[in-house]
């Protein structure tokens, strides 16, 4: 079966064109190398006691810098979200005027180090759960950028029992300090058994010698009796 092309022309792409194709992508990745990011930090979640005061972590980074830059926290709940408290960071150098939307939430980021963190005081139950950091920056063309902070919220923090890894790290330890004294051991019976071997050696040696002189072999000393003169 013959495949046949109707009216189907490809046309090469120059020089020109190609050098688009090219520096596009590169445009692309560098845009978003430079896009803004909010982040909690490498451990998203957090357990802590009813009625203790808890910091809800939050910074933003932008390669390119902020201009207007607006951010946000809100609460997840029973799937609806609340705002808790949001401003507007006019520069990086600039003290954003935060707007509060919750009791018993305090503002403590002041935009120093680019930080938009957050205290929650006296926490209830009803504070568990998913607690939402957003961001947006008119310079990157608005570009947006959110993250998720989970609380989670007990009458008490439960002690970890560490007695089964105390008793693997015993084992462990025990196992390696037995074959490394098996290890002495053997080395030093090896050692014992070739001096032992070299000894015997020796006497062999020796006990040879004493039986060749006594038997009057070439190299003894056996006393021998003059030749008596004929008269």
């Given at each position: 079966?013959?495949?046949?092309?109707?009216?189907?022309?490809?046309?090469?792409?120059?020089?020109?064109?190609?050098?688009?194709?090219?520096?596009?992508?590169?445009?692309?990745?560098?845009?978003y190398v430079q896009g803004l990011e909010m982040s909690v930090g490498k451990i998203p979640f957090l357990q802590a006691v009813n009625g203790s005061t808890v910091l809800l972590p939050c910074t933003y980074l932008?390669?390119?810098?902020?201009?207007?830059?607006?951010?946000?926290?809100?609460?997840?709940?029973?799937?609806?979200?609340?705002?808790?408290?949001?401003?507007?960071?006019?520069?990086?150098?600039?003290?954003?005027?935060?707007?509060?939307?919750?009791?018993?939430?305090?503002?403590?980021?002041?935009?120093?180090?680019?930080?938009?963190?957050?205290?929650?005081?006296?926490?209830?139950?009803?504070?568990?759960?998913?607690?939402?950091?957003?961001?947006?920056?008119?310079?990157?063309?608005?570009?947006?950028?959110?993250?998720?902070?989970?609380?989670?919220?007990?009458?008490?923090?439960?002690?970890?029992?560490?007695?089964?890894?105390?008793?693997?790290?015993?084992?462990?330890?025990?196992?390696?300090?037995?074959?490394?004294?098996?290890?002495?051991?053997?080395?030093?019976?090896?050692?014992?058994?070739?001096?032992?071997?070299?000894?015997?050696?020796?006497?062999?040696?020796?006990?040879?010698?004493?039986?060749?002189?006594?038997?009057?072999?070439?190299?003894?000393?056996?006393?021998?009796?003059?030749?008596?003169?004929?008269?």
């Amino acid at each position: 079966m013959e495949v046949q092309w109707a009216g189907v022309e490809f046309q090469r792409m120059g020089p020109q064109h190609t050098a688009v194709g090219l520096i596009f992508p590169l445009l692309l990745g560098a845009w978003y190398v430079q896009g803004l990011e909010m982040s909690v930090g490498k451990i998203p979640f957090l357990q802590a006691v009813n009625g203790s005061t808890v910091l809800l972590p939050c910074t933003y980074l932008s390669c390119i810098g902020i201009k207007d830059l607006y951010f946000s926290w809100t609460f997840n709940e029973n799937g609806t979200m609340q705002k808790v408290c949001d401003s507007l960071i006019v520069s990086e150098e600039s003290k954003p005027e935060v707007n509060i939307y919750r009791e018993r939430v305090e503002f403590i980021g002041k935009n120093i180090d680019r930080n938009v963190s957050i205290l929650l005081w006296n926490i209830t139950f009803e504070d568990a759960g998913e607690w939402t950091c957003f961001g947006r920056n008119p310079k990157e063309k608005g570009r947006n950028h959110s993250t998720i902070f989970t609380l989670i919220v007990v009458d008490e923090l439960r002690v970890v029992d560490n007695t089964l890894t105390i008793i693997i790290a015993s084992a462990v330890g025990g196992g390696i300090a037995g074959l490394m004294a098996f290890m002495l051991l053997k080395n030093f019976t090896l050692f014992v058994l070739a001096k032992l071997e070299e000894k015997n050696k020796e006497c062999l040696v020796t006990s040879s010698g004493i039986d060749n002189t006594e038997n009057g072999l070439s190299g003894s000393k056996a006393d021998s009796k003059p030749t008596p003169k004929r008269k």
